[in-house]
Every structure is written in structure tokens, then in C-alpha cells.
Nanobody, 123 residues
Framework: QVQLVESGGGLVQPGGSLRLSCAAS????????MRWYRQAPGKERELVAE???????VYVDSVKGRFTISRDNAKNTVWLQMGSLKPEDTAVYYC?????????????????WGQGTQVTVSS
């Protein structure tokens, strides 16, 4: 089982910046893809950015050039650096980690979610 702890959300003015972090812990053998999703009130959850174990990144068009996803494989941590924030970025942000764990002599594939952190962009 993998536990994810998110931090870094808050209230910021338009044009400001925030940095989200998500730390994974548990019997982790390897982490494959790490993703950030967001869900605004009344909207479906959407993928914001992802990063593979080799560092390949993908972003939704609306955040390209403003957000940067990064990870530290040794620390099992992923970050989302958000800049030039807009009111439409307001949402609960969730990290999602796909990993392989090794426990009781067995490898298991896992797909885990963080608890979510609120990001509010408002003047």
C-alpha cells in the first residue's frame, strides 16, 4: 500500500505562483507515472500534467508555459510549480501515482490518490 501526502495549496492572487508537492511512502519498489489532476466545482476531474520515470512530461493545453511538473525519484516526490495563475485554475488538485510495491514476496501494481489540496486564485 502506498500513502500520498500533498501540500502547498492556498489562496493566491491572479498572476501569482504556488508550488504543490506530493510525497509517496510505503513498500515502494518503483514509481512509474506521477500525475496531477484538478477538479473545479461542478466540473469533471481533469489531468493537468504527468511525468514518467524517465522525466517525460505532458501538460494539458491550458497550463502549458505556466505550470511545470517535476519529480525526485530518490524521494518519491512530485511537484507542480504553478505560475501566472488565473481564476480558472481554482480547483482541488490531486496527485496520482502509479507504482509497483514489493511486500510479502510479491510485486503489486498500485494506483493511488492524494487527499487533495485546494488552490484558490482570487483577488
Amino acid at each position: 500500500q502506498v500513502q500520498l501526502v500533498e501540500s502547498g495549496g492556498g489562496l493566491v492572487q491572479p498572476g501569482g505562483s504556488l508550488r504543490l508537492s506530493c510525497a509517496a511512502s510505503g513498500s515502494i519498489f518503483s514509481i512509474n507515472v506521477m500525475r496531477w489532476y484538478r477538479q473545479a466545482p461542478g466540473k469533471e476531474r481533469e489531468l493537468v500534467a504527468e511525468i514518467t520515470s524517465t522525466g517525460k512530461t505532458v501538460y494539458v493545453d491550458s497550463v502549458k508555459g505556466r505550470f511545470t511538473i517535476s519529480r525526485d525519484n530518490a524521494k518519491n516526490t512530485v511537484w507542480l510549480q504553478m505560475g501566472s495563475l488565473k481564476p480558472e485554475d481554482t480547483a482541488v488538485y490531486y496527485c496520482n501515482v502509479k507504482s509497483t510495491t514489493y511486500r510479502d514476496s510479491r510485486y503489486r501494481l498500485n494506483d493511488d490518490w492524494g487527499q487533495g489540496t485546494q488552490v484558490t486564485v482570487s483577488s
